[in-house]
């Protein structure tokens, strides 16, 4: 069977890297082929050394400000050249990214059978998160194969109508990635780093936060270094302009805020292990941190990971300034609430989803939800 994988980011590579991984012990049975759009250049490079993925096609599609409207144009005529080109069996595409979505609707024009990896996610507001909400509904339209990360994702999906023999409950591959990559040595090298100190750790990025709730996230920052001496503030700041700009404005002459650049995935883990509490309105972040034992304070106002607010080891705070402090807080000096959060259950899988889905696929679809 020749199978596909498509992807374009550091979180899709992340996500996808286990299954690549998986797939290639099996050579018998898979003719495994990867695909990157290179939507995320750098950082997608930096996975793919880290994990020991050497792409067959790489499309290298990134351009400096690129629109939704011309990276979708371009991905879908170029997605299509290469399914044309490979013939595969099966196209595997992971998330909710432009590149997944594209990847689902070339397969789709060509007839061709997708796998969703982490299919089932939902916030059920278009433009929260924006435009992965819309694009996740669409992949799952498109979809052969649903592989849904917890069971929460699997109701999502068949709530919408889609056939219980589509879906397969596998947790999720971001665990199986954090799992192996906590084990490799890693050096820091950031000497500003105080042991005495209390880590926060923060990524934010999100389009959906560009303009005045990031400045408010930026604020709050600021507020929480100034009023709380015992804490040390680590933010990788992301490249675009559109976080560059404010974070560098308001937060770059504030003692105890260290903005660095961004890090490569094994440093974001050990990182984020070494952490005490994480600030963060990214999707990936969300899973992982609770899987090392760190409370997570999601700086959104939806979530299409509810599981880990239901389960305790996260909680929405928006991008209030005054609730993102109060959280922050409440973290640093209610000692019953942080070890509530931070001994919460997981809610993701034990690290072997990524075999769960291989095993579909060995089995051509028969080991169906019971």
Do not use: W
């Amino acid at each position: 069977m020749r199978i596909l994988s498509i992807f374009g980011t550091r979180p899709e590579a992340i996500k996808m890297a286990p299954v690549v991984k998986d797939l290639e012990k099996h050579p018998d049975a898979f003719d495994s082929i990867v695909c990157v759009t290179a939507q995320h250049r750098e950082m997608l490079d930096q996975v793919l050394s880290l994990f020991e993925i050497e792409p067959q096609i790489d499309l290298n599609l990134m351009e400096p400000n690129q629109t939704l409207a011309s990276l979708t144009a371009k991905s879908l005529t170029a997605l299509t050249d290469v399914v044309i080109d490979v013939r595969p069996d099966v196209v595997l595409l992971q998330g909710d990214t432009t590149t997944a979505m594209l990847a689902s609707l070339a397969s789709f024009y060509q007839k061709v059978p997708v796998g969703h990896v982490e299919a089932g996610l939902r916030t059920y507001d278009r433009y929260s998160p924006f435009p992965e909400e819309i694009n996740r509904r669409l992949i799952s339209v498109v979809a052969t194969y649903n592989f849904a990360p917890t069971q929460t994702a699997v109701d999502a999906l068949l709530a919408e109508g889609f056939s219980k023999e589509s879906i397969f409950l596998t947790g999720n591959t971001v665990i199986d990635a954090l799992l192996v990559t906590v084990k490799k040595d890693c050096e820091l090298d950031m000497d500003f780093l105080n042991p005495d100190k209390k880590l926060i750790l923060v990524t934010a990025h999100r389009r959906e936060n560009f303009g005045r709730p990031f400045q408010n996230v930026c604020k709050a920052l600021k507020e929480i270094a100034i009023r709380n001496s015992q804490v040390q503030i680590v933010y990788p700041v992301h490249l675009n302009p559109n976080v560059q700009d404010p974070a560098y404005r308001i937060l770059s002459n504030q003692e105890r805020v260290h903005l660095i650049e961004p890090l490569e995935y094994k440093k974001i883990v050990h990182l984020m292990k070494r952490s005490y509490i994480v600030l963060t309105d990214s999707g990936g972040i969300q899973e992982e941190a609770p899987a090392l034992g760190k409370p997570v304070l999601v700086l959104r106002n939806k979530t299409e990971r509810p599981e880990a607010v239901e389960s305790g080891t996260a909680k929405l705070v928006g991008t209030d300034a005054k609730a993102i402090v109060s959280e922050t807080e409440r973290l640093l000096y209610d000692k019953d609430e942080y070890e509530r959060m931070s001994q919460a259950v997981s809610p993701y899988g034990d690290g072997h989803a990524a075999e769960k889905i291989v095993k579909v696929l060995l089995n051509n679809g028969k080991n169906r939800m019971s």
